[in-house]
């Protein structure tokens, strides 16, 4: 039985040890081939040319969020799309009308988003 998951096992093995080998090729590069000149400009927390005016834990506005919440589910919902046209000729009619109905429930979503300002932004 657990001779079964052995292809998974080597395939994190190896994704690991050549993540490892990248990485300390970069970090051995970067040390020997890098320069090192500290700067107090180049260590100060803020380098896009002006002080800072805020604090960085300041709030955001509540559209910002709706709109990344929106874009990650309907994303999400499209990628159920893929599986489903690879499949579709296994799955038959029962499939397709199955999909239009989730299909018919997104656009409604959708729609309703639309109509309540949700996808504007000012």
């Known amino acids: 039985m657990l001779e079964n998951y052995f292809p998974v096992l080597l395939f994190i093995l190896v994704g690991l040890a050549f993540g ?3 990485v300390a090729l970069g970090w051995g590069a970067s040390t ?3 320069v090192n000149r500290p700067d ?4 100060s927390p ?3 040319g002006f002080e800072a005016f805020e604090d960085a834990r300041m709030k955001f506005d ?3 969020y709706l709109v990344a919440i929106l874009f990650i589910l309907f994303d999400l919902e499209i990628a159920f ?3 489903w046209a690879v499949t579709l000729n296994e799955i038959g009619f029962f499939g397709f009308v199955s999909m239009m109905i989730f299909l018919a429930i997104l656009v409604v979503g959708f729609v ?6 949700a996808l504007e932004w000012e």
């Open 112 to 117: 309703y988003e639309w109509k309540k300002g």
């Open 32 to 34: 020997a081939l890098g």
């Open 81 to 83: 799309l893929f599986p």
């Open 46 to 48: 803020y380098e896009c």
């Open 62 to 64: 509540v559209r910002y």
């Open 20 to 22: 490892g080998v990248l």
């Open 40 to 43: 107090s400009e180049k260590l």
